[in-house]
């Protein structure tokens, strides 16, 4: 695992920026995985800026976000898709025909679903870069403490701590979604790279455990430790628990 420590947030963005920007300007068909949440809306918007100054193009690139919530309909504000549309996707020149997110509709079955997830990454050829936040306790994607570290493509629910978390962006009448469809944490080992940004104070603790801790399942992000191309990047206020 190699961590890097940033002076701050913004560039923690810039910093990841460049990795995608790299990875999409040299691959012919790159395979993206990203995540929603806070933290990664400055590299999308960084990577914004690069395709406006066309230093990039997404128009061979396909991506996989890590989770969904159930539910709720793409077209709901609090959706992942609406996330990744209004983030990035309406943005750029990417064919939305190739972005994807684990989904499972009412009458589906969510295992068929989960296995169809992990082989349209397979078909796709396997993703080249996963990009992560983490959860205050520790959770990747939403793979909370206890979820096997041998996890595929699955529905979990979301524990108290990350409803609590994610509660402010929901306002007092809106309906939280208590499950949702996640890559499990052995499809993120799958990926080639992993690139996990972490900002803030209220990161550091799960940080700490992520990178010095036992590898376990009570720290989901820990099983990156066992990943050969696992790279943390950090502000200062993420990684003030490091010693
Ligand atoms: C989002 C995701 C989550 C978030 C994590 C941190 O797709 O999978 O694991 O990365 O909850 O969220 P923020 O960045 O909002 O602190």
């Given at each position: 695992m190699q961590v890097i420590i940033f002076d701050d947030a913004q560039q923690v963005a810039d910093s990841a920026a460049k990795w995608v920007a790299e990875l999409i300007n040299k691959k012919a068909k790159p395979v993206l995985g990203l995540a929603t949440g806070s933290t990664p809306i400055s590299l999308y918007q960084a990577l914004v800026k690069k395709y406006q100054t066309e230093?990039?193009?997404?128009?061979d690139t396909c991506t996989f976000n890590l989770d969904e919530y159930l539910?709720?309909?793409?077209?709901?504000?609090?959706s992942y898709r609406h996330f990744m549309n209004t983030n990035l996707f309406d943005h750029v020149?990417?064919?939305?025909?190739k972005t994807f997110l684990p989904t499972c509709a009412q009458g589906e079955n969510p295992r068929a679903q989960g296995l169809a997830y992990e082989q349209m990454i397979k078909e796709a050829g396997g993703i080249d870069l996963q990009i992560l936040g983490i959860g205050?306790?520790?959770?990747?994607?939403?793979?909370?403490?206890?979820?096997?570290?041998?996890?595929?493509?699955r529905i979990k629910t979301l524990t108290q701590q990350t409803l609590t978390d994610n509660?402010?962006?929901?306002?007092?009448?809106e309906f939280q979604p208590t499950l949702a469809m996640t890559m499990g944490i052995a499809t993120i080992l799958d990926a080639r790279y992993v690139l996990l940004m972490a900002t803030g104070e209220n990161k550091a603790k799960a940080v700490k455990d992520m990178v010095t801790?036992?590898?376990?399942a009570m720290c989901?992000?820990?099983?990156?430790?066992?990943?050969?191309?696992a790279i943390v990047l950090l502000d200062k206020a993420a990684a003030s628990q490091l010693e």
């Open positions: 230093e990039i193009s997404f128009k539910g709720i309909d793409e077209n709901n504000v609090q020149d990417i064919d939305k025909s205050a306790n520790g959770h990747i994607g939403f793979n909370e403490p206890t979820s096997s570290l041998a996890s595929r493509t509660s402010r962006l929901f306002s007092a009448d801790g036992a590898v376990s989901p992000a820990s099983a990156l430790q066992m990943h050969e191309n």
